[in-house]
């Protein structure tokens, strides 16, 4: 049965993937990002999704056209690469009001009519590295660690609706992120270990998922009843960090992640 989608971050990488690829299996997809994007197979409205004025005026223009929003995919995000040290308020600001207060504005825009309908299915594209601070990369992990909780908070506050909410947590996923992320100021100090860490960080990208299997993964998803609250996706090497950080001592799992970092 055809959905109404909307998905945040569609001028390039997973959005763009995941809004052509709905498009293609018969959805009507509506991409939102701060550009218009050319495609046959969906609308695209440009939108700034940390203006909640363009939020709401993105969402009434879906609605002149369709009587639902079944699906929303939260996928609009940024890097942000460099020391806590060195980071600035504008830095951390900038980053937290896309990768969380963005995705909180979409989310609040599409609920009324979710809820009017008793049905809708919210996806907030997290990280497995929400899951672990990682070296050079802590208030990227931080943003991403405060919308699964704003995801699990939500899961008890709108299920009386049929409204279902999860983060799906990606490993390296093949994009261009890695020119797009923001790289802060790195301090002298820090510049040997930073360089070492941020070359095997993109060499990580590199050797990383194709976005069309997230696609796949989101089609499957999209097709169970009910939801866990999270949902891991990514090269094994990667998810298995996240129950060795459940069951192994902090300084054994420490020691470990330096190692994947190349820090020893």
């Given at each position: 049965m055809s959905k109404t989608i909307i998905i945040t971050g569609t001028s390039s990488g997973i959005g763009f993937v995941l809004a052509e690829y709905f498009?293609?299996?018969?959805?009507?997809?509506?991409?939102?990002?701060?550009?218009?994007?050319?495609?046959?197979?969906?609308?695209?409205?440009?939108?700034?999704?940390?203006?909640?004025?363009?939020?709401?005026?993105?969402?009434?223009?879906?609605?002149?056209?369709?009587?639902?929003?079944?699906?929303?995919?939260?996928?609009?995000?940024?890097g942000m690469v460099g020391s806590v040290e060195d980071s600035t308020k504008e830095d951390i600001l900038k980053l937290f009001n896309l990768n969380l207060v963005g995705a909180v504005q979409m989310?609040?825009?599409?609920?009324?009519?979710?809820?009017?309908?008793?049905?809708?299915?919210?996806?907030?594209?997290?990280?497995?590295?929400?899951?672990?601070?990682l070296p050079f990369r802590g208030f990227y992990s931080a943003s991403k660690s405060a919308l699964d909780k704003v995801t699990e908070a939500m899961r008890y506050e709108?299920?009386?609706?049929?409204?279902?909410?999860?983060?799906?947590?990606?490993?390296?996923?093949?994009?261009?992120?890695?020119?797009?992320r923001v790289k802060t100021k790195v301090s002298e100090p820090y510049k040997n270990i930073f360089d070492k860490v941020y070359t095997l960080m993109n060499s990580h990208v590199g050797d990383g998922t194709e976005p069309l299997e997230v696609a796949e993964y989101v089609e499957n998803l999209l097709g169970k009843n009910k939801w866990k609250a999270h949902y891991y996706f990514g090269k094994?090497?990667?998810?298995?960090?996240?129950?060795?950080?459940?069951?192994?001592?902090q300084g054994t799992y420490e020691n470990l992640m330096k190692k994947y970092n190349n820090l020893k």
């Open positions: 498009g293609q299996k018969g959805h009507k997809v509506y991409g939102l990002s701060r550009k218009h994007t050319e495609s046959q197979y969906f609308t695209s409205i440009p939108t700034d999704v940390t203006d909640n004025t363009a939020v709401q005026n993105a969402v009434a223009e879906v609605l002149k056209t369709e009587t639902r929003i079944d699906v929303l995919i939260n996928n609009a995000g940024m989310m609040s825009a599409v609920l009324p009519k979710m809820r009017e309908n008793k049905f809708g299915k919210i996806i907030n594209v997290s990280s497995i590295g929400s899951e672990m601070g709108v299920y009386p609706w049929n409204i279902d909410v999860c983060s799906l947590h990606l490993g390296d996923i093949k994009t261009n992120i890695a020119e797009n094994f090497g990667q998810k298995i960090g996240v129950p060795l950080k459940w069951i192994l001592p």
